[in-house]
């Protein structure tokens, strides 16, 4: 017998049992941007591995440790996309969608990126983002704020998240920021760990952000960031905190909220919860206003978030949040006797056609028993079940699958109108 294959380690299957779930997160995300008017845009999933390299920042773990890149035939080096965002500006770039314009936009797909695989965090994992391109003011910064704590809400789940807030100013009072932090770090260079003394030149914001508890005591007399900012970078986070105090967001200024790629300025925010363990960020974005030129397009202001899907399901499923998820199939129609199997395949295909719900036909014969434990199997609310007396009745016998009711007779006539009432 030959060796059986298996998936790659961190890269897993969603099953048909899974799916529901994922088709309901996925549906709540899609309807919720397109109440707030966002356009949807598909990237490859390769891209040249230069285009992260310059968006991302070549001294960040994503570049130095986690993406898969490879050289294809052409001596080319490609990457397996590790985020989203640099793939929309390099197309945004690319197809004339950004200069002098506005652009709402959202995605969802898989990215990819070379971590130890543990519960919330894969190898391949499925990222759903927006995008905002051509306004440079709080009120959009707000907007994706609102947005996000609107997909709480609908999932059900507001009341376990919290926002975290920070603003990182601009590249020049980054700097003069930058060379602070680092005199300050210098007095305790012997007593950081390898990963901060490694950054503490190349990228030492990254230290701020820092999991390893004897490093953070040590920063707790770090010179702050906000006390090295202009009037302008001031009024641009004092004006998105008003605008979230007036809609009712609640939210936490948090000085140590750095972000990990390279591009990100002014306002940074995350979504944080209790409910995962250690793997506590469930959304994250901010502003990028220089990224666009930074990939060789004309200085836009952008911002945005993503959110990493199988964490959200993990929440939903740790939370108990899925009883409302219907499974792929609502009716399940049966034929009790070679005689009938016309009129089950006539009755499941006019219920499909009237009443739009998901109908699922018996095929492959069997007994009484078998069909109704595959009828429970499909997840179905209700069986429609055709013996010899139904169909010479012109009737139908309606069973119920998930309620305790008795079991129904209904003219072959009114079945649509009936069903349609009943899911």
Not at 110 to 126: L, T
């Amino acid at each position: 017998m030959a060796k059986q294959i298996q998936a790659i380690r961190g890269m897993n299957d969603i099953l048909p049992t899974q799916s529901p779930l994922w088709q309901k997160l996925e549906a709540v995300l899609r309807d919720t941007v397109a109440a707030y008017g966002y356009s949807e845009i598909r990237t490859p999933i390769v891209e040249s591995t230069d285009l992260f390299k310059r968006s991302i920042g070549e001294v960040t773990d994503i570049v130095e440790k986690e993406m898969y890149t490879f050289a294809d035939r052409n001596g080319d080096f490609l990457t397996l996309r590790p985020e989203g965002t640099a793939s929309t500006v390099r197309a945004g770039n690319e197809h004339g969608l950004l200069y002098n314009q506005e652009q709402r936009l959202w995605y969802m797909g898989p990215m990819f990126r070379h971590e130890r695989p543990q519960k919330g965090r894969y190898r391949q994992f499925n990222q759903f983002g927006v995008e905002v391109y051509g306004i440079g003011s709080a009120d959009v910064d707000a907007e994706v704020l609102m947005m996000s704590a609107r997909l709480w809400q609908k999932l059900g789940i507001s009341e376990h998240v919290t926002l975290e807030l920070n603003t990182l100013g601009d590249s020049a009072e980054r700097a003069i920021y930058r060379d602070a932090l680092i005199a300050f770090l210098e007095q305790f260079k012997e007593q950081l760990d390898e990963d901060s003394q490694r950054r503490m030149y190349t990228n030492p914001l990254r230290v701020l952000d820092t999991k390893n508890p004897e490093v953070q005591a040590l920063l707790a007399d770090a010179p702050e960031l906000m006390d090295y900012l202009g009037e302008e970078t001031k009024a641009h986070f004092s004006h998105l905190c008003e605008l979230l105090d007036a809609v009712g967001i609640k939210y936490k200024i948090n000085p140590r909220l750095v972000r990990g790629l390279d591009y990100y300025n002014r306002t940074v925010f995350e979504w944080v919860t209790e409910s995962l363990g250690a793997q506590g960020t469930v959304l994250a974005g901010g502003r990028y206003d220089g990224l666009v030129g930074q990939l060789g397009g004309k200085d836009t202001p952008a911002v945005g978030f993503a959110m990493g899907l199988e964490r959200i399901v993990l929440m939903l499923e740790t939370l108990e949040l899925t009883d409302d998820v219907r499974g792929p199939v609502d009716v399940y129609v049966t034929a009790m006797g070679d005689n009938c199997r016309v009129e089950a395949i006539k009755v499941a295909q006019q219920l499909r056609e009237i009443t739009g719900l998901k109908v699922m036909s018996h095929c492959g014969g069997g007994n009484f028993k078998k069909q109704m434990k595959r009828a429970d199997k499909s997840g179905a609310q209700i069986a429609i079940l055709i013996g010899e007396n139904e169909l010479a009745n012109g009737q139908v016998a309606v069973k119920y699958l998930r309620e305790d009711k008795e079991q129904k007779l209904v003219a072959r006539d009114s079945l649509a109108t009936y069903i349609a009432e009943l899911i």
